[in-house]
């Protein structure tokens, strides 16, 4: 480490050229400049006092391969090459990364877009400033906002508000044939406030949010509506007995599509104007959800419903499902400390105002049970079914065209392990079945599919020579209509530290694999790979690969021209990663701070 007084002038000033270059336009290829967004203020005031002041860390690298077909390089090229450079300045735990990336006659740049954001914190009070984050209720607002807010949070009492920007405007010149689709500028301010501890409580939210008009050129307005939004939710919990409780969630929103359309005015909604003013392209809706949690000894519940009207909106959302309702139950227990179990089951239905053509039911239900046997065998099964069905609505669903179907899949996975001192054994076994159905009674089963699956896989371990060895096999056999298609794989891995410091890696894996469609094709194919890392100093770090690939058409009717197809690749790859500088925090000793 050198200390202050030895660090030249020139070094700092070099630093600041490189900085300044990274952050230039690219010049040359066909890349272009990307912003990546630096947060400052990750930490409280606290860690950021105690971060380094300054440190400058990097990478650069490179990567070559080479492909070879026995067909032709048609859709790759035979050489690829490309090289990259990273630059990381962190200023007081603020990090600011710079990045170049070219390839083949292509290069891209990457740096840093500063955005503020700091969060300091003083006893029960948390102040947001910049681009931040806080928590909300899950029904009227998940995004973050730029801008300020403040949180009070005590043993039992808690309470915030703030205001800010929600998303940003995007106001590109409507006659550039390039350009971005057209946004308002949204803002948002919203409150809460609640009392009660983890098992018993009551939390209240407002979000206030809408689209500045003024934000957009006028040339846009006839293409994007402004909208406006006024949503209140309430949250809650009560903890009946030790062993029953119940959660409870509601949301109301008020949103206008357009807030240029006409107001409506009647007595009861001109006493809300100041709040929201009530349009004829307004909405109000509801959404929330409501659950109990039995929890006793060996065995856990919980029953659920959560409904969300159509329609169902909020600016603070950035999606949200709604038009449908939900009904749910899950289970689980141990039996004799040994065989976990567990199962659940859910429907969900849409078209809540039957003003849709059709309803859609879904069911969702699974199972699934472990148990050991001695410290040596594990066994998980399981199974796990959906049901799909379609029914009336503002229409009547004709029987010849009616959805109706079902999947169910069945999983078994038993393991055996021995752990000795000088070798290691493990067995993996899998097997599944699924099977998907059209229950419709005038199916024909064109979309009928059956799928068997297995597998097994052994693995040694060599512990005097630190080395593993893997062979594993698979089958699968789907039938679907008329069609019919195997495929299995057979494959063999090995792997391998090598010299004092184990900075010398080998690997190798050689594969075989057959795959029947019945009466249109079959193909046979071998691959191996080879790879091998080295690390020197611990900064030098050297990878190589390579690959053989060997693939057959054994159909008798086979062109032989078509017979063998040979594919080569090979990659060899250098990665340097280097401290550029170091500026420590000043140390309490008497001694010079070091670099």
């Given at each position: 480490?050198?200390?202050?007084?030895?660090?030249?002038?020139?070094?700092?000033?070099?630093?600041?050229?490189?900085?300044?270059?990274?952050?230039?336009?690219?010049?040359?290829?066909?890349?272009?400049?990307?912003?990546?967004?630096?947060?400052?203020?990750?930490?409280?005031?606290?860690?950021?006092?105690?971060?380094?002041?300054?440190?400058?860390?990097?990478?650069?690298?490179?990567?070559?391969?080479?492909?070879?077909?026995?067909?032709?390089?048609?859709?790759?090229?035979?050489?690829?090459?490309?090289?990259?450079a990273n630059l990381n300045v962190s200023v007081y735990g603020i990090s600011m990364p710079f990045a170049f990336y070219y390839s083949n006659n292509n290069s891209s740049w990457n740096f840093p877009h500063f955005s503020f954001h700091i969060d300091p914190t003083y006893k029960n009070w948390r102040g947001h400033f910049g681009r931040s984050n806080m928590g909300m209720h899950a029904y009227i607002m998940n995004m973050s906002f730029n801008g300020i807010g403040l949180e009070y949070n005590s043993t039992k009492l808690?309470?915030?508000?703030?205001?800010?920007?929600?998303?940003?405007?995007?106001?590109?010149?409507?006659?550039?044939?390039?350009?971005?689709?057209?946004?308002?500028?949204?803002?948002?301010?919203?409150?809460?406030?609640?009392?009660?501890?983890?098992?018993?409580?009551?939390?209240?939210?407002?979000?206030?949010?809408?689209?500045?008009?003024?934000?957009?050129?006028?040339?846009?307005?006839?293409?994007?509506?402004?909208?406006?939004?006024?949503?209140?939710?309430?949250?809650?919990?009560?903890?009946?007995?030790?062993?029953?409780?119940?959660?409870?969630?509601?949301?109301?929103?008020?949103?206008?599509?357009?807030?240029?359309?006409?107001?409506?005015?009647?007595?009861?909604?001109?006493?809300?104007?100041?709040?929201?003013?009530?349009?004829?392209?307004?909405?109000?809706?509801?959404?929330?959800?409501?659950?109990?949690?039995?929890?006793?000894?060996?065995?856990?519940?919980?029953?659920?419903?959560?409904?969300?009207?159509?329609?169902?909106?909020?600016?603070?959302?950035?999606?949200?499902?709604?038009?449908?309702?939900?009904?749910?139950?899950?289970?689980?227990?141990?039996?004799?400390?040994?065989?976990?179990?567990?199962?659940?089951?859910?429907?969900?239905?849409?078209?809540?105002?039957?003003?849709?053509?059709?309803?859609?039911?879904?069911?969702?239900?699974?199972?699934?049970?472990?148990?050991?046997?001695?410290?040596?065998?594990?066994?998980?099964?399981?199974?796990?079914?959906?049901?799909?069905?379609?029914?009336?609505?503002?229409?009547?669903?004709?029987?010849?065209?009616?959805?109706?179907?079902?999947?169910?899949?069945?999983?078994?996975?038993?393991?055996?392990?021995?752990?000795?001192?000088?070798?290691?054994?493990?067995?993996?076994?899998?097997?599944?079945?699924?099977?998907?159905?059209?229950?419709?009674?005038?199916?024909?089963?064109?979309?009928?599919?059956?799928?068997?699956?297995?597998?097994?896989?052994?693995?040694?371990?060599?512990?005097?020579?630190?080395?593993?060895?893997?062979?594993?096999?698979?089958?699968?056999?789907?039938?679907?209509?008329?069609?019919?298609?195997?495929?299995?794989?057979?494959?063999?891995?090995?792997?391998?530290?090598?010299?004092?410091?184990?900075?010398?890696?080998?690997?190798?894996?050689?594969?075989?694999?057959?795959?029947?469609?019945?009466?249109?094709?079959?193909?046979?194919?071998?691959?191996?790979?080879?790879?091998?890392?080295?690390?020197?100093?611990?900064?030098?770090?050297?990878?190589?690969?390579?690959?053989?690939?060997?693939?057959?058409?054994?159909?008798?009717?086979?062109?032989?021209?078509?017979?063998?197809?040979?594919?080569?690749?090979?990659?060899?790859?250098?990665?340097?990663?280097?401290?550029?500088?170091?500026?420590?925090?000043?140390?309490?000793?008497?001694?010079?701070?070091?670099?």
């Open positions: 480490m050198m200390s202050r007084q030895r660090q030249p002038r020139a070094y700092i000033i070099y630093i600041i050229m490189v900085i300044a270059a990274l952050t230039a336009p690219p010049f040359g290829g066909t890349g272009g400049a990307q912003a990546q967004s630096i947060t400052l203020g990750q930490n409280t005031i606290s860690n950021i006092a105690k971060s380094d002041p300054l440190i400058i860390t990097g990478a650069i690298g490179t990567q070559n391969t080479y492909y070879h077909s026995s067909i032709g390089s048609g859709y790759r090229s035979p050489w690829g090459n490309s090289f990259y808690r309470a915030g508000a703030f205001y800010g920007e929600l998303r940003n405007a995007i106001n590109d010149n409507p006659e550039d044939p390039a350009h971005r689709n057209p946004q308002y500028q949204r803002m948002g301010m919203g409150v809460k406030l609640g009392y009660g501890t983890s098992r018993n409580y009551i939390d209240m939210f407002l979000l206030r949010a809408y689209d500045k008009i003024s934000s957009v050129d006028a040339r846009w307005h006839d293409q994007i509506n402004p909208q406006d939004n006024v949503a209140v939710a309430l949250k809650g919990g009560l903890g009946l007995t030790r062993w029953l409780s119940l959660r409870g969630n509601l949301a109301w929103s008020t949103f206008s599509s357009d807030k240029r359309a006409q107001r409506v005015h009647t007595t009861e909604l001109d006493r809300w104007d100041k709040v929201f003013e009530a349009r004829y392209t307004s909405l109000m809706r509801i959404a929330g959800d409501i659950n109990a949690t039995l929890m006793l000894k060996g065995f856990s519940a919980n029953i659920f419903y959560r409904m969300v009207q159509p329609d169902y909106t909020t600016l603070g959302l950035y999606y949200t499902s709604n038009n449908y309702q939900s009904l749910g139950i899950n289970a689980s227990t141990t039996l004799f400390k040994r065989i976990s179990l567990s199962a659940s089951f859910s429907g969900q239905e849409d078209n809540i105002t039957r003003r849709q053509l059709y309803t859609t039911r879904g069911f969702v239900y699974n199972a699934s049970a472990s148990t050991s046997i001695g410290n040596n065998i594990s066994l998980t099964a399981g199974y796990s079914g959906y049901r799909q069905v379609q029914a009336d609505g503002k229409a009547r669903v004709y029987d010849t065209t009616r959805v109706d179907r079902i999947m169910h899949s069945v999983y078994l996975s038993p393991t055996y392990t021995i752990d000795g001192d000088q070798l290691g054994h493990s067995i993996a076994l899998t097997g599944n079945f699924t099977q998907n159905l059209d229950l419709n009674q005038f199916a024909t089963g064109v979309s009928d599919v059956t799928t068997w699956a297995a597998g097994a896989t052994y693995a040694l371990d060599v512990k005097p020579w630190e080395m593993s060895f893997t062979t594993a096999y698979s089958h699968q056999t789907s039938k679907g209509y008329k069609t019919r298609y195997s495929s299995d794989v057979l494959s063999f891995s090995t792997g391998r530290s090598f010299l004092k410091e184990k900075n010398l890696y080998t690997s190798a894996t050689v594969s075989l694999c057959y795959n029947d469609i019945r009466d249109q094709q079959r193909n046979l194919s071998v691959g191996a790979d080879l790879s091998a890392g080295y690390t020197l100093a611990k900064v030098h770090q050297f990878s190589f690969t390579a690959g053989f690939n060997k693939y057959s058409d054994t159909n008798l009717t086979a062109d032989l021209s078509s017979m063998g197809t040979t594919e080569i690749n090979l990659s060899l790859g250098y990665n340097y990663t280097f401290s550029l500088l170091q500026l420590g925090k000043k140390k309490s000793s008497p001694d010079s701070p070091s670099l």
